[in-house]
């Protein structure tokens, strides 16, 4: 059956973004350094349109994480920027330019109501505004019997989480600790979540543990 | 030269002992989880005087935290229930028996000035009143060259990293969620931690990773 399945860089210290996330820092502060790991590969430079990069242990776990995948769903603040600025601006189109490394629907979860944004190279861009649950039964229809791959931020995966929605769950820790920001694992709430380890791999500079959803 | 290393379980939302610590129940709720993946070991049941046990990728890595440790550090909830109970009682010598498997000094950060208490086995139990800075000068000196152990809890390591004296962190991450308890990582302030990954290690139903602090 197709599995909804989440891949996010976290900071040792469990956050997904630093504080302060703004337009010009949508990371937060320090918030760049928990993908250092993956923007020197060139299995990430390839599809963002940049040239050379590494190849070592965490190519196949970026390959792997797209292996499969039909459609996407993220949250509103790793389309736009938080908080105004052009977010529900009509000429916002994502922060990947024209052709983004999707290739495929992507449901983003929003209060804004917008018509589907198509772009370059098979990506559409799809707002949901009626809930977690709604996106992810859209974007399954859409995957057509494959995978559906949830990106993040920290917010959107816990609600999925709490929600006993997510069936795998990828975190790429990486040897940094950032004090404050997007808490991955925060509101659970009265949620049981019960974890099995898959993998644990090692790779330069990040630690990329696979865990099933076992409720 | 002599270093302080951390050796220390916690869970994937990043505590070291679940809420609602008490005498009953040290670790917190759901905080014995943490410990599953050791406590099946021979390499830990030997030492705490039970048969048996698995042989698996963990074993090397209990040996190794174990090697060229010459004394320990503790947080008096380590050596004792928090509020009340025995603590202080000069009945208390700890949760290990008559024969603890440290077979080294240790020194427990309290508040309650008691004289030092000779063990079994080597081990002697010595109260440190003046400090977490007082506490690792005289177990270093007692370490005879050798590292310093650092045992937690999670408040006491968080003191250590804070004032940059620890050299070195070992972290078992268990596949559980606690959702509440004595987090690492908190309250570390301005202290700005670098850290470096030094290996990561799969094992059944955890991952090992240890990371040396650069600053």
């Known amino acids: 059956m197709s599995k909804l399945r989440c891949h996010i860089s976290i900071s040792l210290d469990g956050f997904a973004a630093g504080p302060n996330q703004s337009q010009e820092n949508p990371l937060g502060e320090?918030?760049?350094?928990?993908?250092?790991?993956?923007?020197?590969?060139?299995?990430?430079?390839?599809?963002?349109?940049?040239?050379?990069?590494?190849?070592?242990?965490?190519?196949?776990?970026?390959e792997e994480s797209r292996e499969n995948v039909g459609a996407g769903v993220m949250g509103r603040n790793m389309f736009g920027p938080p908080g105004g600025g052009p977010w529900g601006d009509e000429q916002w189109?994502?922060?990947?330019?024209?052709?983004?490394?999707?290739?495929?629907?992507?449901?983003?979860?929003?209060?804004?109501?917008?018509?589907?944004?198509d772009m370059e190279g098979g990506?559409?861009?799809?707002?949901?505004t009626d809930g977690i649950e709604r996106a992810l039964e859209q974007a399954r229809e859409a995957a057509g019997g494959k995978d559906v791959l949830l990106s993040g931020g920290a917010e959107v995966v816990n609600e999925y989480l709490a929600a006993g929605l997510l069936d795998e769950l990828e975190l790429s820790v990486a040897p940094v600790l950032l004090g404050d920001g997007a808490r991955l694992f925060d509101d659970l709430g009265d949620a049981k979540v019960q974890l099995e380890q898959v993998r644990v791999v090692e790779a330069p500079g990040v630690a990329h543990l696979t865990y099933r959803v076992v409720t």
């Not at 320090?30 to 990069?53: F, N, S, T």
């Not at 495929?104 to 979860?109: D, E, G, T």
Request: hydrophobic letters at 35%; aromatic letters at 16%.
């Open 30 to 62: 320090g918030g760049m350094q928990l993908h250092d790991w993956v923007i020197r590969l060139a299995a990430w430079r390839e599809p963002h349109g940049y040239e050379g990069g590494e190849v070592n242990e965490s190519t196949r776990i970026v």
């Open 93 to 117: 189109t994502g922060w990947w330019g024209d052709n983004p490394p999707f290739h495929y629907p992507v449901f983003v979860l929003t209060h804004h109501p917008r018509q589907p944004l």
């Open 123 to 128: 990506t559409t861009f799809h707002f949901v």
